[in-house]
């Protein structure tokens, strides 16, 4: 039986992971980004990539496209960290046919642990975009997965069935309205209250800006890469010369040297006072921005880009 689930798992491939010998259909039914990204890091429609998590999320690749030509594809995954983004960096990047054109990277202060372990906070299938063919074999052996096959064949099956956008933009807006982030007083009072995201890190090391550094050495060296610091409220930001202060200068300048020593790369930061970020109603929270904002993000990234052609 064991034998059997396995051979139907590997043939089926429940999140078009490539793996399959069958020719099945392209792209995946609706689902959460941590598993569509394996489908979606593999299409070849896309020559660039959006990596990160929530903090980019509304970022959309259409826009993009329209600013700077690229077809991009959004790998982003709420509640992630370093690691996690590195895992997806690497699975789009190995499946490249040509060279990638861009990749744009969400550097916010989960980049800014001196941990070299980069914790992770939430749950992440690593399974899924192993290189190690047995760690994959071994991640199928869950019950998401016993779930997911008959919904797989379900969409091999049908002429036309519903699927998740190609491009995985995902807005979170009505969400976040839906919670009363927008209404409920309560929720508007904690905006106002200070919160620090500076990572608390003043000495270094930043241990992932140097497995950044690493990959992209190793796998894309010619590769325009736009490292992006996310706006944050203007409560959120510290005040200079403060402990806070002192950490997001030094996780600024980890990634500003990786910019600086890495050819056809430009750090972003918009962890800047600007009017944009003192307007309360462009926030739902700290670091969740409204489209007004992630419409300046779009602009700072097509512009970075464009500067390194």
């Known amino acids: 039986m064991l034998a059997a689930f396995f051979t139907a798992a590997i043939l089926i491939d429940p999140y078009d992971s490539g793996r399959s010998p069958l020719s099945l259909k392209q792209g995946v039914r609706p689902q959460g980004p941590r598993t569509a990204a394996a489908s979606r890091g593999r299409d070849p429609a ?14 959309k690749p259409d826009l993009l496209k329209t600013l700077t030509g ?6 982003i995954a709420p509640a992630t960290g370093p690691k996690e983004t590195l895992v997806l960096i690497d699975w789009y990047l190995r499946h490249r046919q040509e060279p990638a054109k861009a990749l744009v990277i969400s550097v916010d202060h989960t980049w800014c642990t001196p941990d070299p372990a980069m914790p992770v906070s939430k749950p ?16 199928l052996m869950r019950y998401d997965v016993v779930e997911e096959l008959p919904r797989r064949i379900r969409y091999e099956i049908r002429n036309a069935p519903k699927r998740a956008s190609p491009d995985g933009y995902w807005d979170y807006e ?19 209250e200070h919160q620090d995201m500076s990572g608390g890190n003043e000495t270094g090391p930043f241990p992932a800006a140097t497995a950044l550094a690493a990959l992209l050495e190793a796998e894309s060296k010619g590769a325009p890469v736009v490292l992006v610091r996310p706006p944050l409220h203007i409560t959120a930001l510290p005040a200079p010369g403060s402990p806070e202060g002192r950490a997001e200068a030094a996780c600024r300048a980890a990634f500003q040297a990786l910019a600086d020593e890495r050819p056809a790369t430009k750090l972003v930061d918009l962890r800047r006072d600007t009017p944009l970020i003192r307007e309360p109603s ?7 921005y409204r489209q007004i904002v992630a419409r300046e993000v779009e602009t700072s990234i097509a512009a970075a880009l464009t500067s390194l052609r």
């Not at 209404?183 to 904690?190: I, T, V």
């Not at 462009?282 to 969740?288: A, E, G, K, L």
């Open 46 to 59: 896309f020559s660039g990539a959006i990596f990160g998590n929530s903090h980019i999320q509304l970022v």
């Open 70 to 75: 690229i077809p991009f594809v959004s790998l």
């Open 124 to 139: 992440f299938p690593f399974w899924l975009f192993s290189r190690n063919f047995a760690e994959y074999l071994f991640g």
């Open 174 to 192: 009505a969400g976040y309205v839906g919670l009363g982030y927008v209404e409920k007083p309560e929720l508007r009072r904690r905006l106002f």
């Open 282 to 288: 462009n926030f739902f929270d700290h670091s969740h």
